[in-house]
C-alpha cells in the first residue's frame, strides 16, 4: 500500500479541484445548452430564482443575492424585463427603487428550466449512491466553511 505522502495529499487535493471545476463548467455548459431554446441563460435563470424567493426585492439586493455587480444585475434585469418574464414597479417608500416580480410568463419559464435541471441532475448523479452523496455533501460543506469568511 502507498503511503500518503504531504506531495500525494497535495495532488489530491489539487485533482480534486480541477474536477469540482470541471464538473460545475460541465453542468453549466450543458444547462445552458438545454436552456437555448427557452430563450434563457443560466444567469437569467438565477436572477429569475432570486425574484421569486424574494418578489419586490430591488436590483441592489438581486445582485447581492446572485453575487453579481449591480450593473450586471441591471442589464439582466432591463433583458428580463423586455423578454416578459419580469415586471418592476415603484418599490413601498421609495420612488427611485423599482420592485422585480415574476410574470406569468416567468413562473412558466421556471417551471420549464426545473424540469431540464433535474434531468442534468439525474445525469450528473446517475449509479451514484445515496450515501456516497451525503458523504460528498458533508465533505463539501467542510471545504464551503473552511474558505467563506462568515
Known sequence: MERKTTENLQDGRGLARQ??????????SRLDEELRPQ???MAQLQLLYAIQ???G????QLARGCYVTPQTAQALIRRLEE???IERRKGNGNDR???ASLTAAGEELLQTAETI???TEAMLWHEIPDD???ELNRLLGLCLKNIVEE
Not at 474536477?19 to 453549466?28: V, Y
Not at 426585492?57 to 441592489?60: E, L, N, V
Request: glycine share 12%.
Open 57 to 60: 426585492s430591488s436590483g441592489a
Open 97 to 99: 427603487i423599482l420592485a
Open 132 to 134: 456516497d452523496i451525503e
Open 39 to 41: 430563450g434563457v441563460t
Open 19 to 28: 474536477r469540482m471545476k470541471r464538473i460545475l463548467l460541465h453542468f453549466r
Open 117 to 119: 435541471m433535474k434531468g
Open 53 to 55: 424567493s424574494s418578489p
Open 83 to 85: 423578454d416578459g418574464w
